[in-house]
């Protein structure tokens, strides 16, 4: 294995700011904003990201 020397990895820095954020929020703001997102993207907000990034990886 890999020594490591004080960096960390994308996955790694994600684990960690999520659980600090966690600690910090609690459970009611990730509600909050998963509501916000709902509003804001409506029902097909989902799809439509799906397709931009489709569209994207086109491109590339």
């Known amino acids: 294995m890999e020594e490591k020397k004080g960096q960390m990895t994308v996955q790694e820095a994600g684990r960690r700011g999520g659980l600090k954020t966690s600690e910090t929020h609690g459970e009611e703001f990730y509600s909050e904003i998963g509501s916000k997102g709902g509003r804001i993207?409506?029902?097909?907000?989902?799809?439509r990201v799906r397709k931009l990034v489709r569209e994207g990886k086109k491109r590339v």
Do not use: E, F
């Open 41 to 47: 993207g409506g029902p097909n907000g989902g799809q």
